[in-house]
């Protein structure tokens, strides 16, 4: 596997189930990132991890919770997820060498449904 | 709170001929990116474009930087199907921070 992949491709949920979104990168970065992408709506960043640290939480609700065991993979676990959560999730990495944003690389993304 | 514009949000051409996408943004920042997203595909990475007056090309597209108007141009030339697609602009936020923000992207239509 090159770049970054995401698991699973596509999810359907209902409301009251919970799931979870694996992210893996392979390109020996250090900072991961967590975007919703909603119709008619700007990419949305939700969580930035910097050598597995959380460094942004930009006010996503608390029924989606990232975790970052190490600077290769990050997950975002859901539960009790409300119909307008639809949308598709995307990964990205980056180098963070200290002097602002590197370029962002992106994973295919997941397109989540909940009914 | 950094605002990104970017205008036009769609747009439908014929193949051969040029036209600009811009982008707009709200306070200074010192890196710019554009970026193409295939339907049903995952954002790539087209240009960095990192200080003023910079300018990148590669084939049909370039990019370029007036960090003084706080603006970058994306430039079509002589455009074919294949760069159908919808096109985003993002822009770092002063300071080392991690976080871009972005507009929300020309969806481009190259007609035959």
């Known amino acids: 596997e090159t770049g970054v992949t995401q698991t699973p491709r596509h999810l359907v949920m209902g409301m009251t189930n919970k799931k979870s979104l694996k992210c893996e990168q392979h390109l020996g970065h250090n900072a991961m990132y967590w975007y919703k992408q909603s119709a008619k709506k700007p990419l949305e960043l939700m969580f930035v991890?910097?050598?597995?640290?959380?460094?942004e939480n930009n006010s996503v609700p608390s029924r989606f919770s990232p975790e970052c065991p190490n600077s290769s993979h990050l997950f975002l676990h859901l539960h009790t997820l409300q119909p307008e959560d639809s949308a598709l999730y995307l990964c990205?990495?980056?180098?963070?060498?200290?002097?602002?944003?590197?370029?962002?690389?992106f994973g295919p993304g997941t397109r989540l449904t909940v009914l | 709170e950094l605002k990104v514009e970017q205008n036009p949000l769609f747009l439908s051409m014929q193949e051969g001929k040029n036209y600009t996408i811009y982008c707009n943004y709200s306070t200074t920042s010192d890196r710019l990116y554009w970026y193409r997203q295939d339907p049903g595909k995952s954002l790539e990475s087209l240009f960095v474009?990192?200080?003023?007056?910079a300018v990148k090309q590669e084939g049909r597209l370039m990019a370029s930087l007036d960090t003084k108007a706080r603006l970058s141009t994306l430039h079509i030339t002589a455009a074919v199907h294949d760069l159908s697609a919808t096109y985003f602009c993002a822009v770092d936020i002063l300071g080392g921070s991690e976080k871009l923000v972005f507009g929300k992207g020309t969806k481009l239509t190259v007609n035959p």
């Open positions: 474009l990192l200080s003023n007056g």
């Open positions: 991890y910097n050598f597995k640290e959380q460094t």
């Open positions: 990205a990495s980056s180098q963070d060498s200290g002097g602002g944003t590197d370029t962002q690389y």
